[in-house]
């Protein structure tokens, strides 16, 4: 990235070059002239009044010329920078802005900077002055230093980009590194063996930051750094913050955190990780903002590190907190010679972010007469580019970079294979890990069926309905049972996931000739046909809504129904599901606000026909306990303090109190039930309001809000779920999941870790047959026909999520009933949550 362009800051100084332009307005003189005679007044008046105009048109020209033309309008021009110097060796006292030594040695550092700009007549020209921020020791061993600086230009605004080639010039490339020393030394002042600066990142000199604190931290001792207030309360606004961390010598320094969760806008807060002492853009390892899901442990190349954060004065969140520590320069076990059939290589320190400035290479030997395979199972390496000029690894003569190599293998045509991996001075990533394998050319998939891409997989996967080799080519040519249908492109997919409105065939085929209405009329969900032209107009033509559901454009209507989504100004637009898709689609964008909710913890590493989830994976899941009994319902996390359950969880049963707030006990961020751990929250139930026309015989308005009795702090494991607006549309065939640990199979026991299962969306009509007629438009059905996959006894009350498109998850549906549980042809039954929208808000205010 270059930031060399983007560091302008328009600040135009109140100096005498401003002031002066501005006595050429004439105005003035209008007065004095009308004190001349009478007879000749109204003549003075026209021309005052040419005057003036001509003065208002000169005012505006010249502000024009002076804003957009005059190349004297100066801009301040800061950047940051290191200096390794040669003849100094590292004091303890320079770790102390305020001690004797480390002022002497910023006053020779800067002069040696004022020095070296003098050779350049563009530098020395605007250079303001500089300061020193900090010292570390030298890379050259121990008789060297690094200073840490900042210089300040003022600038003509067209000759910035002269002023950064300028710097940029005193940086000497790899190969004249020895000239460069020779160039940059005067007689009686420091050796120099290299500057390196950038522009500093302009979001680090926004006016209304207050330069707060810097923190020295030493390392040697691991310990804890946490932004302020963290975890009681929300960072402060308005404030640029520095830890400036140091390990012993021969040390890097290691970061992990722990929490991190920051406003969404990286342009109002963020944090941003150096390998370095001082924020240079050279040397960025990371920057964090919102509530990331990669890996967030970091690692320096030496001994230093800095961490900035840096706020606006809105929208504060919890903020971070982090481990810091040391590891040798020498315990890092990355490339050699490896022999033997199988194995296995990874980036430096995986899983955690690999260090920059460093690189790898193994060299793998098979016997002779087989050849070499690897293939990648994790692998993040900054963005894709064609040349991959910066972290990359090199399979024999093939550079790979970017995130979207997952799953592909990499065959020798000999048995040997060279791999190298190598990062540079800046952004790190998560990196790599690969298996490779030797295999007999002749047979590259012993017993298993091999992919077009060369990937391995069970003959059992192969036609089986899904994409397991990831180009599908085990899905082709197969021969369909009956009861699959054969897609166009010759696969076999469930006939009845025909007509179910999504594409699972991939090309359309499964959902081609489901309309049975003439050209030019529109076919409604319920089987309606109806005129095209009332496809979108704001008015439900079909009387299932279908018709104003699927609306591309967002359109401001006249009208609001009961199938488009209102904005905050109560006025109404025409697009399906527009809230958090990323896309401003209100005048007002009130579709896209809070939308902090629904998305996943960064670190997400039954249910019937379930599988194990990951922890931290439903951070929106809630364990509701009886005291004494244990885990009985789920619930969602709606915000801080509410929870969303089952009305049918909180009704009294027998000597059971349910529906009193003091028997209840919810576990929040809970994986493994009976297993509580630093994510875990446990609150007191304040109070219960279940649905005031809950039918306990029909199940009818099956839902309820719990008030915990104190706020929880959301954390990676502990995150609220998106509240879809009323008017939100969950097709059928929509993929949505369930989670929770109720049982795992019909009158089974629960689960000890949190379960989750995919199913779809049924059609209403078409569940409505199924069972009988007992369910409402207050209910919604999802399952999956076929059988086998359910929620169960003690999943009620948790979610059934829906993944919008902009990734955030959507509460479509609490856990309400079934008839047994994952039977053939019984889906399982849910409330329908956008019908209880503004019931939430009306209890609860969120
Ligand atoms: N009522 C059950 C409970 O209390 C949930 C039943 C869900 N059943 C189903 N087949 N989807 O846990």
């Known amino acids: 990235m270059d930031l060399l362009d983007s560091g302008q800051k328009f600040s135009p100084r109140q100096d005498s070059d401003w002031d002066t332009t501005l006595q050429f307005l004439p105005a003035a003189d209008t007065k004095h002239l009308e004190k001349k005679?009478?007879?000749?007044?109204?003549?003075?008046?026209?021309?005052?009044?040419?005057?003036?105009?001509?003065?208002?048109?000169?005012?505006?020209?010249?502000?024009?010329?002076?804003?957009?033309?005059?190349?004297?309008?100066?801009?301040?021009?800061?950047?940051?920078?290191?200096?390794?110097?040669?003849?100094?060796?590292?004091?303890?006292?320079?770790?102390?802005?305020?001690s004797p030594q480390f002022s002497s040695m910023a006053t020779l550092v800067s002069r040696q900077l004022k020095l070296i700009y003098s050779k350049n007549s563009v530098l020395t020209k605007y250079f303001k002055g500089s300061s020193v921020q900090a010292f570390s020791e030298g890379e050259g061993g121990s008789d060297s230093l690094v200073a840490y600086y900042q210089s300040e230009f003022d600038i003509p605004v067209p000759q910035q980009g002269a002023l950064d080639e300028?710097?940029?010039?005193?940086?000497?490339?790899?190969?004249?590194?020895?000239?460069?020393?020779?160039?940059?030394?005067?007689?009686?002042?420091?050796?120099?063996?290299?500057?390196?600066?950038?522009?500093?990142?302009?979001?680090?000199?926004?006016?209304?930051?207050?330069?707060?604190?810097?923190?020295?931290?030493?390392?040697?001792?691991?310990?804890?750094?946490?932004?302020?207030?963290?975890?009681?309360?929300?960072?402060?606004?308005?404030?640029?913050?520095?830890?400036?961390?140091?390990a012993d010598p021969g040390h890097r320094v290691r970061l992990d955190f722990h929490t991190l969760i920051l406003e969404d806008d990286c342009q109002q807060d963020f944090i941003k990780i150096y390998d370095s002492l001082a924020p240079i853009e050279h040397r960025a390892l990371t920057e964090q903002c919102g509530y990331p899901h990669g890996s967030?442990?970091?690692?320096?190349?030496?001994?230093?590190?800095?961490?900035?954060?840096?706020?606006?004065?809105?929208?504060?969140?919890?903020?971070?907190?982090?481990?810091?520590?040391?590891?040798?320069?020498?315990?890092?076990?990355?490339?050699?010679?490896?022999?033997?059939?199988?194995?296995?290589?990874?980036?430096?320190?995986?899983?955690s972010n690999y260090p920059p400035r460093t690189s790898c290479v193994w060299n793998i030997e098979v016997p002779v007469e087989k050849f070499v395979k690897v293939q990648f199972s994790k692998f993040l390496l900054g963005n894709q580019s064609n040349q991959c000029p910066e972290d990359y690894v090199k399979v024999d003569d093939k550079r790979l970079c970017g995130r979207k190599l997952k799953n592909t293998v990499?065959?020798?045509?000999?048995?040997?294979?060279?791999?190298?991996?190598?990062?540079?001075?800046?952004?790190?990533?998560?990196?790599?890990?690969?298996?490779?394998?030797?295999?007999?050319?002749?047979?590259?998939?012993?017993?298993?069926?091999?992919?077009?891409?060369?990937?391995?997989?069970?003959?059992?996967?192969?036609?089986?309905?899904?994409?397991?080799?990831?180009?599908?080519?085990?899905?082709?040519?197969?021969?369909?049972?009956?009861?699959?249908?054969?897609?166009?492109?010759?696969?076999?997919?469930?006939?009845?996931?025909?007509?179910?409105?999504?594409?699972?065939?991939?090309?359309?085929?499964?959902?081609?000739?489901?309309?049975?209405?003439?050209?030019?009329?529109?076919?409604?969900?319920?089987?309606?046909?109806?005129?095209?032209?009332?496809?979108?107009?704001?008015k439900d033509d079909c009387a299932d809504g279908s018709d104003e559901s699927k609306c591309e454009r967002s359109l401001v209507l006249q009208q609001c129904s009961e199938f488009t989504?209102?904005?905050?100004?109560?006025?109404?637009?025409?697009?399906?599901?527009?809230?958090?898709?990323?896309?401003?689609?209100?005048?007002?964008?009130?579709?896209?606000?809070?939308?902090?909710?629904?998305?996943?913890?960064?670190?997400?590493?039954?249910?019937?026909?379930?599988?194990?989830?990951?922890?931290?994976?439903?951070?929106?899941?809630?364990?509701?306990?009886?005291?004494?009994?244990?885990?009985?319902?789920?619930?969602?996390?709606?915000?801080?303090?509410?929870?969303?359950?089952?009305?049918?969880?909180?009704?009294?049963?027998?000597?059971?109190?349910?529906?009193?707030?003091?028997?209840?006990?919810?576990?929040?961020?809970?994986?493994?039930?009976?297993?509580t751990n630093e994510w875990t929250v446990r609150r007191n139930i304040k109070q219960i309001i279940a649905h005031q026309d809950y039918n306990s015989m029909t199940y009818n308005n099956d839902i309820a809000l719990m008030e915990l009795d104190k706020n929880v702090t959301l954390n990676q494991n502990i995150w609220p779920i998106c509240l879809p607006s009323p008017t939100y549309d969950f097709p059928e065939g929509q993929v949505a999941w369930i989670t929770g640990w109720g049982a795992t199979r019909e009158g089974g026991s629960v689960a000890m870790i949190l379960q989750k299962a995919e199913v779809r969306i049924v059609n209403a009509t078409v569940c409505k047959n199924l069972m009988n007629d007992e369910v409402t438009d207050m209910m919604l059905c999802a399952g999956v026909l076929k059988g086998g996959v359910d929620a169960c006894q003690g999943d009620s009350g948790g979610p059934l999520s829906v993944t919008g498109p902009s990734g955030r998850v959507l509460l479509a549906g609490l856990v309400s009933w079934g008839d047994g549980c994952a039977r053939r042809n019984r889906p399982g039954i849910y409330t329908r949550v956008t019908k209880y929208r503004s019931w939430i808000k009306e209890k609860s205010g969120v």
């Open 166 to 246: 300028a710097i940029e010039s005193l940086e000497p490339s790899s190969q004249q590194g020895r000239q460069g020393r020779v160039l940059l030394k005067p007689v009686d002042a420091l050796s120099v063996n290299n500057v390196i600066s950038r522009v500093i990142d302009p979001r680090m000199t926004r006016t209304s930051l207050q330069v707060g604190e810097s923190f020295n931290v030493h390392v040697s001792k691991a310990g804890v750094v946490q932004s302020p207030g963290f975890p009681d309360s929300s960072y402060p606004s308005n404030v640029y913050l520095m830890w400036r961390f140091r």
């Open 410 to 538: 990499i065959t020798s045509q000999s048995n040997t294979m060279t791999i190298k991996f190598n990062s540079d001075s800046s952004y790190v990533d998560q990196g790599f890990t690969a298996e490779y394998e030797a295999f007999v050319p002749t047979n590259p998939c012993p017993g298993r069926f091999q992919c077009t891409n060369n990937l391995c997989i069970n003959t059992t996967l192969q036609c089986d309905g899904w994409n397991d080799c990831g180009d599908g080519s085990d899905e082709n040519n197969c021969e369909c049972n009956e009861a699959q249908m054969k897609c166009k492109n010759g696969r076999c997919k469930p006939k009845f996931w025909e007509c179910d409105g999504s594409d699972d065939c991939g090309d359309g085929t499964d959902e081609e000739n489901c309309e049975k209405c003439k050209p030019g009329e529109f076919s409604c969900r319920n089987g309606l046909c109806i005129s095209e032209t009332l496809k979108c107009n704001g």
């Open 37 to 98: 005679s009478g007879r000749r007044k109204k003549l003075w008046i026209g021309l005052g009044l040419v005057l003036s105009a001509a003065a208002v048109s000169l005012l505006t020209g010249l502000l024009v010329w002076h804003f957009h033309l005059r190349s004297d309008v100066r801009v301040k021009r800061v950047y940051i920078g290191s200096m390794g110097i040669g003849d100094q060796r590292f004091l303890p006292a320079y770790e102390d802005p305020s």
């Open 296 to 351: 967030l442990s970091f690692l320096s190349s030496g001994n230093v590190m800095l961490l900035t954060l840096v706020t606006d004065e809105e929208k504060n969140f919890p903020g971070f907190r982090a481990n810091y520590s040391q590891i040798p320069l020498t315990e890092q076990k990355c490339g050699g010679t490896l022999s033997g059939d199988k194995g296995s290589v990874s980036s430096p320190f995986f899983p």
């Open 565 to 675: 989504f209102r904005c905050r100004d109560g006025r109404c637009i025409s697009k399906l599901n527009p809230e958090c898709d990323g896309e401003p689609d209100c005048e007002d964008g009130s579709d896209e606000d809070n939308c902090q909710c629904g998305s996943r913890p960064y670190r997400s590493s039954r249910i019937v026909g379930g599988q194990m989830s990951r922890e931290g994976e439903w951070p929106w899941q809630v364990s509701l306990h009886i005291r004494g009994t244990g885990h009985v319902c789920g619930a969602s996390v709606l915000n801080n303090r509410w929870l969303l359950t089952a009305a049918h969880c909180v009704q009294d049963n027998g000597p059971n109190k349910y529906s009193q707030a003091d028997q209840w006990e919810a576990m929040l961020g809970l994986h493994v039930q009976s297993q």
